[in-house]
């Protein structure tokens, strides 16, 4: 479809990088967050092939933030996370689930510690501002919440350095991974961390105002094009191939963390106070029903993700679900995330999948597919 027939509304908002998305070749947006997100700038091969070889610049504004701010702000952060906060410093990054009260996750953003008493969530999608906002009412914590007037874009692939170094000078090569610093590009303010939604080398850059977004875009492809930026939209192939999450398919307000191998993220060992401790305690202790695992499935190459979950058989039973597949052109293999009954989840295991295209066998391997330690990420 051609950009003039997009038939854009205004309840759902568009990101400060719009225009330069689409002047750069964005042809496909879907909704996130309440927000359009370019999805599509040509073959997703060819993305994923620019991602892992070059750099890419993809606008990731839907990944709203939430701004906690207010004397009690860190106690009122450990309430909304299993994962102990104690040595969360200012300057640090870390990954984090926020659970319900049945140990569900409600979202897995990434949270950015600005200052002593100064957070931001950087949302997946769904609406944590509310959760936040409604929790904070009957705490009898002083905090205040807010989405502020944030935007990212992420940097990724391994030219992203060299890129951010023209832009910001040798002493960004001294971030470290999961760490963020403050910026002003041109009187443009920024914050920058060595985070992304890639498993690749990268940086995501947030954009404090959104009035300057299309001259931020601009200004990052134009000193990208000696070391072959290319505009991109998050690489389905290589965060499946990197095992990383996409809320809503591979985990929901129904799913903990322990089905998907995330203990790490939960300490229920020490006094941190948070919502769903109980519930998780009970989960560890009685065991899990279903759990993430890594599958092949043996057919020709995907013609792309898929759009719906796809029924997992075994012995002529249904037992779990696919809930991210994709052909991978490095791994010449079709790769997925799926949710599977414990009894089942054995490497190894033998098992049938029923696609859009027919039903075929697959085998249970390990995970992450590819880089399992994330040396590309954070070396």
Known sequence: MSNKNFGFGTQIRKSPYFDSTVKWGATGFSVYNHMYIPRDFGNPE???????????????????????????????????????????????????????????????????RLAE???????????????????????????????PDVSPLQLQGPTSQKIMVKLFGESIRKLKYYWLREYN????????????????????????DSSRGNELYEKIMSAGKEHGIKPGHTSSIRRIEGGMLSYH?????????????????VN?????????????????????????????????????PNTTFWSIIKNGKQVGKVTSAVYS?????????????????????????LTNEGKYTSQIVEKPFYDPKKKIASS
């Open 268 to 304: 229920l060992e020490n006094n941190i106070n948070f919502i769903g401790k109980e519930a998780l305690k009970k989960i560890k202790k009685e065991g899990i029903l279903r759990k993430q695992v890594g599958i092949v499935i043996n057919c020709n190459p995907l013609s792309g």
């Open 329 to 353: 052109p490095r791994l010449k293999k079709n790769i997925a995330l799926a949710m599977i009954q414990v009894n089942f989840s054995k490497i190894g295991t033998e098992l049938e999948v």
């Open 185 to 208: 590009l041109d009187d443009i303010p920024l914050i920058v961390s060595r985070t992304g939604w890639s498993s690749e080398l990268g940086y995501e850059i947030y954009l404090k």
């Open 117 to 147: 008493n100064h957070f931001w969530l950087s949302l997946a999608d769904s609406d944590v501002l509310l959760w936040a906002q409604g929790v904070a009412v009957n705490s009898g914590l002083n905090v205040k919440i807010c989405e």
């Open 46 to 112: 060819q993305n994923f092939w620019n991602l892992v070889e070059k750099a890419i610049l993809c606008d990731v504004a839907v990944e709203r933030q939430v701004e906690i701010t207010g004397p009690d702000a860190y106690q009122f952060l450990q309430l909304l996370t299993p994962r102990d906060l104690s040595k969360l410093s200012i300057g640090q990054c870390k990954y984090v689930l926020i659970t319900n009260n049945d140990g569900g996750i409600l979202n897995d953003p990434v949270l950015l």
């Open 249 to 265: 398919a591979d985990a929901d307000i129904n799913t903990n963390p322990f089905e998907l191998g995330l203990d790490r993220l």
